[in-house]
């Protein structure tokens, strides 16, 4: 399961993080939202120890979510080193965020 990221854990646990990140921007009434979930959690699975990936729910989290100019949902950020290095806006396979968490390690 990937790691719940808060308004509150934001810094911590993206910004300060040593490794590439992989951000899930995602809502429970979103539908493309659920196709995309369990890639997220296979991707946290698969990238443990090399990767951070979490997901921030953007109802219960509207201050990250309009820091980042979120305004279609789901939108899967990377970060590295504190910085938006990557986005991808809308569902798409796995391979596709794959890619990019690779790129960064």
Known sequence: ???????????????????????????TWCGPCRMVGPIVDELHTEYEGKAVVGKVDVDSNPGISAK????NIPTVLFIKNGEVVDKQVGAA????YAEKIDALL
């Open 1 to 27: 399961m990937a790691i719940e990221i808060t308004d509150a854990n934001f810094e911590e646990v993206v910004l300060k993080s040593d490794k590439p990140v992989l951000v899930d921007f995602w809502a």
């Open 68 to 71: 980042y100019g979120i305004r």
């Open 93 to 96: 396979p796995k391979k596709t």
